[in-house]
């Protein structure tokens, strides 16, 4: 089985373990979600706590799931150095979180903080049917 928002609290521990200070906060009422979506979760918040790991200096991290009516939101957040398009940051990480929203017909925010750090946001739709 691929690796969905129910890994998450998995992936959460290991980077806590790893030595980030990463917590996990569900909003909403879990529902199973279409697998493309589900998965999409799971990588967009691998990749944003890779980043958190490699660009953001020593901080803390959080990640939000939200279950909408028509959607599933993620969030992850830190309290880092802000920016990662400055020079030293490149990578295609942010570019594959947008194709890989995009394809899915829905959002994606990334960028600075007000009060430093970062942020990551998708909103995928998903009309809460399990399924592709």
Do not use: C, K, W
Request: net charge negative; charged share 25%; glycine share 16%.
């Amino acid at each position: 089985p691929l690796p969905g928002v129910a890994a998450l609290e998995h992936l959460v521990t290991g980077a806590d373990q790893a030595g980030q200070d990463v917590r996990l906060r569900v909003r909403g009422e879990p529902r199973p979600l279409r697998d493309a979506v589900d998965l999409s979760v799971y990588r967009i918040v691998q990749e944003a706590l890779t980043n958190v790991r490699r660009h953001a200096g020593p901080t803390a991290a959080i990640v939000t799931p939200e279950y909408l009516p028509t959607a599933v939101r993620v969030q992850v957040t830190d309290r880092g150095v802000g920016d990662r398009s400055a020079p030293g940051h490149g990578g295609q990480g942010l570019v594959g979180m947008h194709e890989r929203v995009a394809l899915l017909g829905g959002e994606l925010s990334t960028g600075d903080r007000d009060g430093g750090g970062f942020h990551v946001t998708a909103t995928l739709p998903d009309d809460g049917r399990s399924g592709t």
